[in-house]
């Protein structure tokens, strides 16, 4: 027989991240649940620049 953990050993390898939750949880806190996945995303994602790094909009007429 296999490995059990291939698949995720398979997805693991191909640079995907699997947040896993119990069924019951799912059921009874979805909150958690999506909580648990954003979080996996929010973590992914890039830092925001800080804000003042932005440029000023030009005044009218200026290019």
């Known amino acids: ?4 953990n ?3 050993t398979m997805t693991r390898s191909q640079g995907y991240r699997v947040p896993r939750s119990r069924n019951n949880d ?3 806190s ?4 999506l ?3 954003s979080g996996a995303v ?3 994602l ?3 620049p800080p804000r003042f790094a932005r ?3 030009p005044a009218s007429g200026e290019r």
């Open 1 to 4: 027989m296999g490995d059990a």
């Open 6 to 8: 291939q698949p995720e």
């Open 26 to 28: 799912g059921l009874t």
């Open 30 to 33: 979805v909150k958690g649940v």
């Open 35 to 37: 909580e648990t996945v």
């Open 42 to 44: 929010a973590a992914l």
């Open 46 to 48: 890039p830092p925001h």
């Open 55 to 57: 440029r000023p909009l």
